[in-house]
């Protein structure tokens, strides 16, 4: 898929080469559209990019961002947004949560109140951005420091829970796994434990028998505990 994408990319941007120059209030609908397509290309290759940990992800999601940019296209401009922002998130050679949660914070800014999807994929990723942080703290760190960095993701991954509809069950899932998880690290078992279970009951009813017995695991360890 990635060579196909670097092969249209090109293509694209050989046959727009005089649109990219010329000023956006000069272009026609049809060529709007063209460079729209030449920058979901980008934010796609970007995302590929990603999800091999290679850090020359970034080169294309910025330049996605740049054009949507300049077609004040805000919906796509939070997409790309959030997708640098998980780059930084999850790429060994740039991780930097600072930077990652800015730009997913930009994104939840580009959202308006009507794209709950988004919105709420923006909070779950300051949930991640948070969870990280603490995982990352010395034990010897102000405990007050880890209660506010807990206190954050679950914040941010409820307010996500509450933005998903219920009509998305793998989504509502996801949340409740992540909660889950949060209040492990707290040391408030009951309330992971109702988490786990509300994971484990959507994850059955979507029939996704791995993620049911990946929280049926991390919910035995718990009362193992």
Not at 30 to 41: K, M, P
Not at 90 to 104: H, K, N, P, S, Y
Not at 170 to 185: F, P, S
Not at 192 to 219: C, M, P, V
Request: charged share 25%; aromatic share 4%.
């Amino acid at each position: 898929m990635e060579r196909l994408l670097r092969l249209d990319i090109a293509v694209s941007r050989n046959r727009g080469k005089d649109l990219l120059v010329r000023p956006t209030e000069t272009l026609t609908a049809e060529e709007r559209h063209r460079l729209r397509s030449l920058g979901i290309s980008l934010d796609r290759l970007g995302v590929a990019l990603r999800e091999r940990n290679d850090p020359d992800a970034l080169a294309p999601l910025r330049e996605a961002l740049d054009l949507y940019r300049r077609l004040a296209d805000r919906a796509a401009e939070a997409t790309t947004a959030i997708n640098i922002g998980e780059a930084y998130l999850t790429i060994d050679a740039v991780r930097d949560l600072a930077a990652a949660e800015r730009w997913t914070r930009d994104s939840l800014a580009l959202f308006n109140d009507h794209h709950r999807a988004g919105r709420a994929n923006c909070h779950a990723q300051l949930g991640r951005v948070a969870l990280r942080r603490f995982k990352a703290l010395p034990a010897t760190v102000d405990p007050q420091e880890l209660t506010r960095l807990l206190n954050d993701a679950a914040q941010a991954y409820q307010t996500s829970l509450d933005l998903t509809p219920a009509d998305d069950l793998t989504g509502r899932a996801v949340a409740h796994n992540q909660l889950a998880q949060v209040y492990v690290g707290a040391g408030q078992p009951d309330v992971a434990i109702a988490h786990f279970k509300q994971a484990i009951t959507l994850q059955e009813r979507l029939g996704n028998r791995h993620g049911a017995g990946q929280s049926r695991f991390n919910l035995a360890i718990l009362l193992s505990s």
